[in-house]
C-alpha cells in the first residue's frame, strides 16, 4: 500500500510504494510533483525559501503602506515628482501637500509644472477636502509658477471644476487682489 508523506513547502510529494513486492520499502520511492498554487518553478530548498521571501516582502509592503511616513517639502521638482508617485492615497498626498506653504512651489517648479500632477494636486486638494486656509496657501503658490497659465487653458472639465471649487474653498483667505490675479492667470 502507497504511504504519502506530503512536502508542501517544496512543492513536492513523496510517495513510497513498494515496488518490489518484498516488503522492502529501500529504494522504492517515487517523486511526484503537485501543483501548490505557488507560482515557480523552483524546486525543493529554493522553492521553500522564495515562498517565504515572497510572504515576507508582501508582509513588509503592507507594513509600510499602512505606516508610511510623509516626505519633507521636496528642494527640486525631480524630487517632488518622485515622492508624489510614492504616495498612492488621497489622504497620504494630502498630507505632504499640507507641509508645503506658497513659497515652496516657486522653490520646487523653477521653470514649470507638468499638467498631470497639476490636476492631480488639485484633485486632491478638492476631494480631502481642504480647509480654506489651505486652499488659498496653494493657490497663492500655484499662481504664481511659470507657465501656469498656459496649463489652465488646457485643462480638462473635470479639472476646470476642481479649480473653479478650490477657488471658491479658499476664497474667504484670499484678498481682493490675489483673488483677482487667481482668477485672471486660471481663465475663471
Known amino acids: 500500500e502507497p504511504e504519502q508523506v506530503d512536502n508542501a513547502a517544496s512543492g513536492v510529494v513523496d510517495v513510497v510504494v513498494d515496488a518490489s513486492g518484498d516488503g522492502d520499502l529501500q529504494g522504492d520511492e517515487v517523486k511526484m510533483e503537485v501543483d501548490d498554487g505557488f507560482p515557480s518553478k523552483s524546486k525543493g530548498l529554493c522553492r521553500k525559501v522564495e515562498k517565504e521571501l515572497n510572504a515576507q516582502a508582501s508582509t513588509t509592503t503592507t507594513e509600510v503602506s499602512n505606516?508610511?511616513?510623509?516626505?519633507?517639502?521636496?528642494?527640486?521638482?525631480?524630487?517632488?515628482?518622485?515622492?508624489?508617485?510614492?504616495?498612492?492615497?488621497?489622504?497620504?498626498?494630502?498630507?505632504?501637500?499640507?507641509?508645503?506653504?506658497?513659497?515652496?512651489?516657486?522653490?520646487?517648479?523653477?521653470?514649470?509644472?507638468?499638467?498631470?500632477?497639476?490636476?492631480?494636486?488639485?484633485?486632491?486638494?478638492?476631494?480631502?477636502?481642504?480647509?480654506?486656509?489651505?486652499?488659498?496657501?496653494?493657490?497663492?503658490?500655484?499662481?504664481?509658477?511659470?507657465?501656469?497659465?498656459?496649463i489652465a487653458l488646457f485643462l480638462e472639465s473635470k479639472d476646470q471644476e476642481n479649480l473653479r471649487a478650490l477657488v471658491e474653498i479658499g476664497k474667504s483667505n484670499l484678498d481682493e487682489t490675489q483673488l483677482k490675479k487667481i482668477k485672471k492667470t486660471f481663465s475663471i
Open 67 to 150: 505606516d508610511q511616513k510623509l516626505p519633507k517639502v521636496p528642494r527640486s521638482s525631480a524630487h517632488f515628482y518622485r515622492d508624489w508617485r510614492s504616495l498612492h492615497s488621497t489622504q497620504q498626498r494630502y498630507g505632504y501637500l499640507e507641509s508645503f506653504r506658497s513659497a515652496n512651489y516657486a522653490q520646487i517648479f523653477k521653470s514649470q509644472m507638468e499638467s498631470g500632477p497639476f490636476s492631480q494636486i488639485l484633485n486632491v486638494l478638492v476631494q480631502a477636502p481642504a480647509s480654506a486656509q489651505v486652499a488659498a496657501e496653494h493657490l497663492r503658490g500655484l499662481v504664481n509658477l511659470p507657465r501656469i497659465s498656459a
